[in-house]
């Protein structure tokens, strides 16, 4: 079998973050989300400890995850509009991939290393939906580094954390195509 796919190729290079706001019902369901995590899961995982889990959040959590997110901007002493915008992932939210990373003990793998494989599967997940025909945005942001909220409103353990939260649902609108980094800047060659 070829690994050549210059249509894979061809995504990657096109590919585009749709803006979670723009999402608008129908989300994928359970069976349609299946291969889109199997892919996911398919990152480097660094020693096979796969230091990462998923939790997904399907539209009846929003609400709950919405009110827990003003009641700990409040307590954080947050303005106003950083608890809009906090709650807003939520109030228009249909479905969430949550990556938690999941520190495991290793004598052979740094913890950055295991950092490293989550970011990977939070990649993974957003390509993999994008390429399914799902509008996708990896969204994080303070309230999911917040612990008092990861511990109540999604039960993550000590050694776990938020890597990302993968909002997918139906593209509403193709957004514009933005700038994009000059390679020349910033990458170096060497011969020797």
């Not at 359970?30 to 990152?43: F, G, M």
């Amino acid at each position: 079998m070829s690994l050549h796919s210059p249509a894979a190729l061809e995504f990657l290079l096109s590919r585009r973050s749709r803006p979670a706001k723009t999402l608008v019902a129908p989300a994928p369901t359970r069976d349609e989300l299946a291969p889109l995590l199997t892919a996911a899961a398919r990152c480097p995982d660094h020693g096979k400890l796969e230091p990462w889990r998923f939790i997904v959040l399907e539209k009846g959590a929003m609400a709950r995850l919405s009110q827990l997110t003003k009641t700990r901007g409040l307590a954080l002493g947050k303005s106003p509009e950083e608890i809009t915008k906090g709650q807003s992932q939520f109030d228009l939210g249909h479905l969430a991939v949550v990556v938690i990373e999941v520190q495991k003990p290793s004598a052979k793998v740094p913890a950055i290393e295991q950092t490293y494989s989550a970011g990977a599967v939070c990649l993974s997940l957003l390509n993999a939906a994008l390429a399914a025909g799902w509008g996708a945005n990896w969204l994080s942001g303070w309230i999911s580094h917040d612990r008092s909220f990861c511990e109540e409103g999604l039960g993550l353990a000590p050694n776990e954390k938020v890597a990302g939260l993968i909002h997918i649902a139906t593209q509403g609108a193709t957004p514009p195509e933005r700038p994009r980094p000059d390679l020349s800047t910033m990458t170096e060659w060497i011969s020797e």
